[in-house]
């Protein structure tokens, strides 16, 4: 069979290789290798548990803040410190901004070309963009004036042969098949998108100073309360605040959804590929920081099979990391699993000097561990919590979904594939948009009522803690479920592991030779041109890594071509 490899896969970043052996252009089987080593846990041996955020929160530069608040949420529970409400409600208000920020972003600036053909843009009609538009939703800016503005501004670019951001794109694919009147409309918004994504961070800047990387501080926030105050939280930043969150909320309503849906009901074939494993896992969304008072916004759930009247509750002590096809060794040997309390981080790369043709996928070929629950590989992410909340009927999911699904004339099973992964992300993001309405109206009440504080400083003392101490802080990031493990003893870190979405989803083979979610998502894919891979990357875009995009593709004759996409 032909080896595709394609690396790196996305738009970012550039850490992920996918390679695929295809037979009649059909995926017979894929492999997901990430190609940079983290090794933050190294890092974090030995200092002080209370600085540990500031080091993980630079895992990732995409997400921001997730791995910041999830460092945070395990020394504070291996401490047994108690966040006081108002730091709590300013957390989440800061999540809740990330997940509308993260997902609208990654629609627009990293999925929607997968989808969108900027250059049928040109052949469109305003007036048909514009009314087309307006049957979907009331955006205002919807106006045959302002989809020519938009429409004469990428005729430019490409009679000047400056395509900029859209250049090197497969435009001549036959998998685009959008109407020109909605690739204009879309590709509108994906400007508007980029202006829209700049002011709503401002709620991080609010309350964190700034963004990326926004400051926190184990026990609560490093943001005072002080309405009288020009530079504490006052009445004025409190007031833009709800400006933001109401801005956010009428883009994703007005915008966002539609076009995810006027898109998805051009490409109704794509419910019916890419699932995967069929297994789900949510680790769970706190409501209030710790998990141990067992109320969570997210619940933690585990669905097997597809099983949605099945469910179950997390066990934690069931999840193991396994090295089996990753660059680590473990002292107990490669095919044994091991909980993250007890995990180790300890490089072991066997594979071939790069650059390189070929992973040796018979043996160890990624950076990334293999977590698996109850031994199983399972996908985290949007659709893991959406299917979540529909099995339990919460934040009102049931009728969110199956009401979409009825639009597009779908059953509940078409959910299961890659295009319902990506509307699981928009519903996703309308649950959150009017979660953070709810959230900043308690903080609201709760200031009023007279109560300013937003640090708690009872264990800020080393000699208060206990010698030995374990703490497992989780937080549901927009790709999915994210877990730092803490070990302290005698006041410094003993043994740090994160357990990130991506490894979750994007990890090599386990000892049982079971396939991650990236892995089994692709087999079966058919490709309309194995040099221009389309398909493969609509269904790992599904899964939002962030990453930069390179391809390069090996024929049988073992000559490579190389094709830049974005």
Known sequence: MKRLVIDPVTRIEGHLRIEAEIQDNTIKSAYSSGTMVRGIEIILKGRDPREAWVFAQRICGVCTMVHALASIRAVEDALDIKVPKNASLIRKLMI?????????????????????????AIKADPVKASEFARSLSNYEKSTPSYFKEVQDRIRTQVERGQLGIFNKGYWNHPEYRLPPEVNLMVLAHYMDA???????????????????????????????????????????????????????????????????????????????????????????????DSYRDGKFFIPPTFIKNR??????????????????????????????????????????YTGPEPPYEQLKVEAKYSWLKSPRYKGLPAEVGPLARMLALYARNVHDARHILDSTLARLGLPIEAIFSTMGRTLSRGLETVIYA?????????????????????????????????????????????????????????????????????????????????????EASLVGHKLANPTEPLEVLRTIHSFDPCLACAVHLYAEDGHTLSVQVL
């Open 96 to 120: 809740g901004t990330l997940f509308v920020h993260d997902h609208v972003v990654h629609f627009y600036h990293l999925h929607a070309l997968d989808w969108i053909n900027p250059l049928q």
């Open 194 to 288: 980029l202006n829209w994504q700049a002011q709503i961070v401002q709620v991080h800047t609010i309350f964190g100073g700034k963004n990326p990387h926004p400051n926190f501080a184990v026990g609560g926030m490093p943001s005072p309360i002080d309405l009288q105050s020009d530079t504490a939280i006052n009445m004025e930043k409190l007031s833009r605040v709800k400006t933001l969150i109401n801005q956010m909320l009428e883009f994703v309503e007005r915008v966002y959804v539609p076009d995810l849906i006027a898109i998805a009901s051009f490409y109704k074939d794509w419910f019916e590929k890419g699932e995967g494993i069929g297994n789900f896992l949510v680790l769970g969304e706190p409501e209030f």
């Open 307 to 348: 099983d949605l009247k099945a469910y179950e509750d997390v066990d934690y002590s069931k999840v193991e990391e396994y090295v089996t096809h990753s660059w680590y060794k473990y002292t107990k040997g490669d095919h044994v699993g091991l909980h993250p309390f007890e995990g180790e981080t300890v490089f072991n």
């Open 434 to 518: 009017h979660a953070m309405k709810r959230w900043y109206d308690e903080l609201l009440e709760n200031i009023k009522s007279g109560d300013l504080k937003v640090f708690n400083s009872d264990k800020w003392d080393p000699s208060t803690w206990k010698r030995e101490a374990k703490g497992l802080g989780l937080m549901e990031a927009p790709r999915g479920s994210l877990s730092h493990w803490v070990h302290i003893s005698g006041g410094k870190i003993a043994n740090y592991q994160a357990v990130v979405p991506t490894t979750w989803n994007a990890s090599p083979r386990d000892a049982k030779g079971q396939l991650s979610p990236y």
